[in-house]
Each structure stands twice: as C-alpha cells, then as structure tokens.
C-alpha cells in the first residue's frame, strides 16, 4: 500500500485507528474455547479474529497482529496467524496489514524475514528492532508498497533505559555534524533510519517506506520527532490500557498527511468477554473513530 | 542446564563449540529436496537436522536454530523447530538448546514469548534484542536451568551504527557514578543487564541465567567486556563464514569457566552438498573441536 493509499483510507474512514490483534486464548470469549473443544476443526484463534475484524473495520485502517501471541501456539498459532492475514487480504484489501515481529539480524538472516513477511504472509509492514544497525534493516527496505516501521521511542516504562540517553559517536566519526553530537538514541535511530531508506528508495524520497514507532505515553516527544522526521507516519501504540492519551499525540505529532496510525488492543478487542464481544468491540472501534473524526476535522478545515 | 552443567560438558567433551542450525532449503542437499518431493510427509528440513545433530554431537556442547530459517518455511518450518527441539531434547539431553530469536517487546508480550521458548518448546536459552530495555528484558529471567542470551556487541557490521556509541544518561539520573558516563552502548546493556539479572535472581548472584551475545569479529572488545563481566558466557557467533579468529577470542574473551561458547553454522552445515553432506559436517566439528581441546588443556593445565 502506498503512502498516497493509506492517506486516502484515512480521509474516507475518518479514522487512523489500528486495530491490535493480540489474541489471546485466556482473554478471548470462553464460548469459543468451548466451541473449540466440541467442534473438529474450529479454530478459536482465527474465529476471534474474524469476528473482531467483520465487526470493526468500518472503523479502522489497519490491523496489527503481534506474533508472540501467535508464537506462544505454536504450529496451530501460525496456522491462525496466516489466515487471519489471508482473511483480511481477501476481504479487506484496504486494510493495511502490520506484522509486529520485532525482528532484526545479521544481513543475511534479515532478508529471509523480509522474504518471509512481504513475499510468503504478504502483510504490507512489519515493525524492526534497531540495535544491529544497517545491515539488519535494510533488507526490509525497498520492497515496492511495502513498509519498515523501525522502533524509536516505545511505549514501555524500559524504553527510558537507553533509548532517551545521549549518544555520541566515536571520536574517529569526528566529520559528523556536531550537532548530531546532543541527539539521545531514538533520535539518532530515526536519522540513520532515513539516510537507509533514501539509499533504498528508488527516487532517493523519504516517508514512503519507513514508519517509526513511538508510544502514545511518550507525549510532547512528539515534537523533537516532528523536527526531524515531519512527513513519516508514526505509529502509535500505547493508547488505551497503557494510558496514552491521543489528544495529546495528534497535539504534536499531526502532519499535514495525518501522519499517524494510532493502536489500540486490549481496550477494544477484550472490551466484553461474552458471545457479544464482536458488536462490543465494534462499539468501541466506533468511539475511538469519532474521536479521531472529530480530530481530522479540526487539523483539515 | 546450570553452569556447573554447562561446565562439565564442556570439560568433559574438550569442546565449547554450538552448531548453528541456519537450515536453509536452498542450501541443503538436492537428495534431501528431491525425496520430500517423492515421498509423503518427509520432512527435508527436519531430516537434515536430524543428520547433523547425530554426526556432529560427539564434537559440540549446544545447538542454536536460528528462528528466521524456520519462520520462512510457515506452519512447515514451525514444525520443523519443534520437531528438532524435541529430537535434542530426547536424544541428546546434555546438549545446550539456544533458540536464536532476537525477541523483546513490552513486559507482558515478552512474558507470552518466555512461556512459550521456556515451557512451551523447552529450550534452555533465548536471544533477546535489548532496545526496549528493562520490562522486555526481565519476564526471560528467573526460570531455574534457563537462559537469556542479551544481543550486547553483534557480529555484523552494523554493530558500529549504535552499539559502539558513546552514551550518556540524562542529566536528571545525576546520581550515577561517573565513570558509567564514558560508556558505550553495548557496555551499558552488560551493566544494566547485570542488575536485572541479581534482581530475578534467587540468590542475588550473576551469571548463572544470563549470557551476552558479543561477535567474533570484535577482537580485543572481548577484554573491555571482561572487565564489566568476568564471570558471564559469551555467546559467540562469527567464526567460519564471517571470519572472526578462534585464537582471538580465546586470547581476550576466556574465564575460569572458560566463560565462551563459540558458533559456526554455515561453515559446518554446508561444507558439503552431497549425500555424504552429515560426514563432512562431522569433520569441520571435529576440526574446530580439535583446536579447541587444545585451547582448553593450554589454559587449564
């Protein structure tokens, strides 16, 4: 999906809302667990998904399913996984699908992610950690219609461990501009990130297949990212049951293509733990998109 | 396995060498294609892990699958991880299973991914990426007998890009020591990693449940990591194929518990591609062995 796509999606939905696919056994409706032990076949993972997708993609433009939920199955979690991004590519192309792996290894070992993820699962983006550096990322990059979405700033209480420090490159760097030298960690992934995907990029353009994570608890950070990547889109995660609040994210981190793909998981998908869990979900899908309507409203007129 | 077992094995088998199974279809043996190919329920990428493990287990101390080469296979290649772990774990119980994930995500994903490699799959150790710090870190620890195997200085070249930085902690955390302020990334993620390590430890003692990944390629890095961690193994990957040096890594990086466990896949896996591929597989082990009895009876007589 292109940057032009997704932009498109967002102005006809009126929302940006990313819906997170963290299913898990011991949170989904005991009616399906039940279901699954009486019917052969039946795949309570999958189900689940289905129901939540049906229910609340009027609302959305994009689904994130985490792997470790997935993983945690094993055999049968992959065989819910594939087809839940199958279900949602044959019935929901407008959906933007974003594995978030995490992933992140030598060259070699990332090109076969890729490979598998934008080739074989035919997700549009997976998310990456950037520890490794360059040769870890690039692989993912290039891929036409296909996004990198890098971790910068994460939600979590340890993203303060080193990931807000100051960095400084070694002395032997020293024809690196000396401001660079006051950048902390996020700052400086979020800078390579876009000297990466300019080399990867056909037309040596940037924000059209690169996205950053940032926590929606990480408040007016926003702006220090907006100073140096204003056209990427950012996803946000962190609203919701992690107690991000997503005025203050479109507060500083709005550009003028929206820019944002907010998530929100547990709040919507385990809002209600009965046979309505779907229409619950829904309901709360469509309180989230209002709020986002209202938002996209105000920054556009 | 505790490190008093890990110890033992290593002493025992004159070999501190972990194979790496990369299991690659492209590079396995035509054969082992070709008969999936005419015989149902063959299962090529088991097969020949099965025919590694038993060719080259007299000479090494631990295996690692590398989660990508299996992930690009789906539902197959998960079958596949789960059916070798198994087979090692029946088979060959003293061997050290390190499942080479590079996992790490917020606090309750990452306890999803530490249930399912430590109880689920039964490895005895996981690689975890440390960006998001300590809450992505800290659910892998604490489980008696298992391991966390932290990414601190990685192999590849993009190891230069953050992990050899200088950093600095904000200037509100003024209360830490000095000295922590001339320190580079991957020399704070061995630091704080220690500190989580005695926190989740029953006795408060290090070394016992974590391991740092550092490349042979690093050279004399190894003596800067002793100084911060005299006692921990080092998981090592980088010689064969990446062409770090045995001699030098030994030089810099040994302990009293020889505190090292090297990695080669590709130049021992894939040194032949015939039928006799296991034979020729048993020979480079049993050549790296060699030198690495050697290596043990210098330092240990």
């Not at 009486?38 to 994130?64: L, R, S, V």
């Not at 940037?206 to 929606?216: K, N, P």
């Amino acid at each position: 999906m292109t940057r032009e796509q997704l932009f498109e999606n967002i102005q006809r939905k009126e929302s940006f809302l990313c819906v997170g696919l963290d299913t898990d056994l011991k949170k989904v409706p005991q009616c399906l667990v039940e279901r699954a032990k009486q019917e052969e076949g039946f795949d309570p993972i999958f189900e689940f998904n289905k129901a939540i997708i049906d229910a609340t993609a009027p609302y959305c433009i994009a689904y994130k399913p985490n792997l470790a939920f997935y993983e945690a199955h094993g055999v049968k979690g992959w065989i819910a996984f594939e087809k839940t991004v199958k279900y949602l590519n044959d019935n929901y192309p407008d959906q933007f699908i974003i594995a978030d792996a995490k992933r992140g290894d030598i060259g070699n070992t990332s090109k076969l992610y890729a490979r598998t993820f934008f080739e074989e699962m035919n997700v549009d983006a997976v998310t990456v950690a950037p520890y490794m550096g360059e040769d870890s990322v690039t692989p993912f990059l290039g891929y036409p219609g296909k996004w990198v979405i890098l971790l910068a700033l994460t939600s979590n209480k340890g993203s303060a461990d080193f990931q807000t420090h100051l960095l400084t490159p070694p002395a032997n760097e020293g024809s690196e501009p000396r401001e660079e030298k006051s950048l902390r960690l996020f700052e400086h992934v979020i800078r390579r990130g876009q000297e990466w995907e300019k080399e990867a990029s056909p037309d040596g353009k940037v924000g059209s297949g690169l996205m950053y994570v940032v926590g929606a608890t990480q408040g007016s950070a926003f702006a220090d990212i907006r100073r140096l990547a204003p056209h990427h889109f950012l996803l946000v995660p962190g609203i919701g049951a992690q107690g991000g609040s997503l005025e203050e994210v479109c507060k500083y981190g709005w550009n003028d293509h929206c820019g944002l793909i907010v998530n929100s998981s547990r709040a919507i998908i385990y809002a209600d733990a009965t046979e309505h869990f779907a229409e619950v979900a829904a309901e709360k899908a469509r309180e989230v998109q209002q709020q986002m309507a209202a938002i996209l409203r105000s920054k556009t007129h």
